[in-house]
């Protein structure tokens, strides 16, 4: 209802009403220029523009194949608490801060598609000086606005600058998140709390424990012993991941009783086996002791984050792990004892792994190459596009390990056409010696058996 002294929350202010006041306001946001009278109902289209530029940017260059809801939460609450607050002030047209609330809200369509799209082309995972490049440019335009509209930058206006480069850098965005979103971290406060020397300082007797429920090796036959490694504890989906596949060699490869898997969830957090790169060593270790190196051969699955530097991300919240490095794993292969590997690894720039890895006895197989980031390692996603595609729609469907790769290097070509994104290119190292043996492994458990349901 349209009251005294109060405009219709639905019209413009000026003739051509909302939708006249929306275009020339979204022009003057692009050269930092005077904005127009938007009125309230001009003023709520500006903000449903800047939750449309999130939405849609994100839609577009999101590499989950559709809207990360991680992504857009923080950005939507922003600009509609920005829209809100224009609201409340354009009631009052004589509020000078009208005018400096609608430039900020004018020039956040513009600022958004950069920031977004630009964080999507590097497919997920920019570098780190984007990030800071985006701060340094929002307080530019803040200051400019600031300074065009009053005339001056004071002491207050400086302040609120660096309050808003500090929150940038420590507010927690988990504030700005819709509730179940982490469904998988509820109670994050306790599990921070964590006594990390009780748990670090029990690892060494629970991995022997582990390793000393294994199955002794069959003399005379060619066993198959499996390593699951899911470093970064905080992202779920690297341990629903090494679980999967653990399940299905166990079922498919024979591993039952001659497997483990290193990467305690938040529950069991004291209590379980974590992914560090020293119990990697000790388990390989451990298994090495167990196997005969000139019969049986170990499969070792890895699942994290990765960088361009060879190593793989290992956390475990407020644990103080360290990243484990191509050179460091490669070593604790050699001191096991271990010959034959098959080593797979879902990460971004995976790739970089086998220059250190790769030997006639060794496969390597890798999510991304060297240079390229791999997909599916968000909060929603059920599995990593890598391990989706060989583990459960290749090795699970009866193909052997080989042919296994080939289905998923070509599956995720195509998912990563249709999604528009950059190519992880998917790498396979394949030792000689290894695909001899692999052949008669595979002969001798029947790979193209009746496949496992996933």
Same mark, same amino acid.
């Given at each position: 209802m349209t009251g005294p002294g109060k405009p219709d929350a639905l019209a413009g202010a000026g003739p051509g009403g909302p939708l006249r006041a929306l275009g020339a306001n979204l022009l003057a946001g692009l050269r930092l220029g005077e904005p127009a009278r938007a009125g309230p109902?001009?003023?709520?289209?500006?903000?449903?523009?800047?939750?449309?530029?999130?939405?849609?940017?994100?839609?577009?260059?999101?590499?989950?194949?559709?809207?990360?809801?991680?992504?857009?939460?923080?950005?939507?609450?922003?600009?509609? =608490?920005?829209?809100?607050?224009?609201?409340?002030?354009?009631?009052?047209?004589?509020?000078?801060?009208?005018?400096?609330?609608? @430039? =900020?809200?004018?020039?956040?369509?513009?600022?958004?598609?950069?920031?977004?799209?630009?964080?999507?082309?590097?497919?997920?995972?920019?570098?780190?000086?984007?990030?800071?490049? =985006?701060?340094?440019?929002?307080?530019i335009l803040v200051a400019v606005i600031t300074w065009r509209t009053f005339g001056r930058l004071g002491v207050t206006s400086l302040a609120v600058l660096a309050a808003a480069v500090l929150a940038a850098y420590l507010l927690p965005l988990t504030w700005f998140y819709p509730p179940g979103v982490f469904a998988d971290y509820s109670g994050q406060a306790e599990r921070l709390q964590v006594d990390a020397e009780y748990v670090l300082r029990r690892q060494p007797a629970a991995v022997a424990g582990a390793i000393g429920a294994l199955k002794p090796q069959r003399a005379g036959e060619a066993d198959l012993y499996f390593i699951g490694f899911a470093g970064a504890a905080d992202e779920a989906v690297f341990l629903r991941d090494v679980?999967?596949?653990?399940?299905?060699?166990?079922?498919?490869?024979?591993?039952?009783?001659?497997?483990?898997?290193?990467?305690?969830?938040?529950?069991?957090?004291?209590?379980?086996?974590?992914?560090?790169?020293h119990n990697l060593a000790d388990a390989l270790a451990g298994i090495g002791g167990l196997i005969d190196p000139n019969e049986d051969s170990v499969l070792l699955y890895l699942a994290s984050h990765g960088s361009e530097d060879a190593a793989l991300q290992v956390s475990a919240w407020s644990l103080p792990l360290e990243q484990l490095q191509a050179g460091q794993l490669r070593r604790a292969l050699?001191?096991?004892?271990?010959?034959?590997?098959?080593?797979?690894?879902?990460?971004?720039?995976?790739?970089?792994?086998?220059?250190?890895?790769?030997?006639?006895?060794?496969?390597?197989?890798?999510?991304?190459?060297?240079?390229?980031t791999s997909f599916g390692c968000g909060a929603e996603s059920e599995m990593t596009w890598f391990a989706d595609a060989f $583990?459960?729609?290749?090795?699970?469907?009866?193909?052997?390990?080989?042919?296994? $790769?080939?289905?998923? @290097?070509?599956?995720?070509?195509?998912?990563?056409?249709?999604?528009?994104?950059?190519?992880?290119?998917?790498?396979?190292?394949?030792?000689?010696?290894?695909?001899?043996?692999?052949?008669?492994?595979?002969?001798?458990?029947?790979?193209?058996?009746?496949?496992?349901?996933?």
């Open positions: 109902g001009g003023t709520a289209l500006l903000a449903a523009v800047c939750i449309a530029v999130i939405v849609l940017s994100d839609l577009r260059f999101s590499t989950e194949l559709g809207l990360d809801r991680l992504g857009i939460t923080s950005w939507v609450a922003l600009a509609g =608490l920005a829209g809100f607050a224009a609201l409340l002030v354009e009631w009052n047209e004589s509020d000078p801060s009208s005018g400096y609330l609608l @430039r =900020l809200l004018a020039t956040a369509p513009w600022y958004l598609f950069v920031a977004l799209a630009g964080t999507r082309l590097w497919g997920g995972a920019p570098p780190a000086w984007w990030n800071d490049a =985006l701060i340094v440019i929002a307080v679980v999967f596949v653990r399940e299905l060699v166990d079922e498919r490869f024979g591993t039952a009783g001659r497997s483990l898997v290193l990467g305690a969830a938040a529950g069991n957090l004291e209590t379980g086996l974590i992914a560090s790169r050699d001191a096991s004892g271990v010959r034959w590997r098959i080593i797979v690894i879902s990460a971004c720039y995976s790739g970089s792994f086998i220059d250190a890895l790769a030997n006639e006895q060794t496969i390597v197989l890798t999510a991304a190459s060297a240079t390229t $583990f459960r729609q290749g090795l699970a469907k009866g193909l052997g390990v080989i042919a296994a $790769f080939e289905h998923a @290097r070509d599956t995720i070509a195509q998912r990563e056409r249709e999604a528009g994104i950059t190519a992880s290119e998917p790498q396979m190292w394949v030792g000689k010696a290894m695909q001899e043996r692999l052949q008669e492994f595979e002969a001798a458990v029947g790979h193209i058996a009746e496949p496992v349901e996933p």
